[in-house]
Nanobody
Framework: QRQVVESGGGLVQAGGSLTLSCTTP????????MGWFRQAPGKEREGVSC????????YYTDSVKGRFTISRDNTKNTLYLQMNTLKPEDTAMYYC?????????????????????WGQGTQVTVSS
């Protein structure tokens, strides 16, 4: 079975909202720090947000602060990314990943090479 599965992407107009979800059917969910990454055309993959196993440590990249909210429900084994006030520059393939580094006080805050398990991605497209 797939270890990480994300969903919820779609097409939305600028200013709209979208919620992404992620499950880890192949993993014990609350054993893992979880992260959301994205990659836009012609751009490098970047870390968007991450959350530790208990939800007590959270990081957001500057461009999404105040607009995106990461959360996890360990009773449902589900990770979420609530995206509000979406902008065209948010357009990207969004990936859920498990097992990596997440820090709100150290630099870098996220390192994609530390996430061992990745979903296939879900496309988010924001139109002007």
């Amino acid at each position: 079975q797939r270890q990480v599965v994300e969903s919820g992407g779609g097409l939305v107009q600028a200013g709209g909202s979208l919620t992404l979800s992620c499950t880890t059917p192949g993993l014990t969910f609350d054993d893992y720090t979880m992260g959301w990454f994205r990659q836009a055309p012609g751009k490098e993959r970047e870390g968007v947000s991450c959350i530790n196993w208990s939800g007590t440590k959270i990081y957001y990249t500057d461009s999404v602060k105040g607009r995106f909210t990461i959360s996890r429900d360990n009773t449902k084994n589900t990770l979420y990314l609530q995206m509000n006030t979406l902008k065209p520059e948010d357009t990207a393939m969004y990936y859920c990943a498990a097992g990596g580094y997440c820090s709100g006080s150290r630099t870098p805050s996220m390192r994609d090479e530390t996430y061992a398990y990745w979903g296939q991605g879900t496309q988010v497209t924001v139109s002007s």
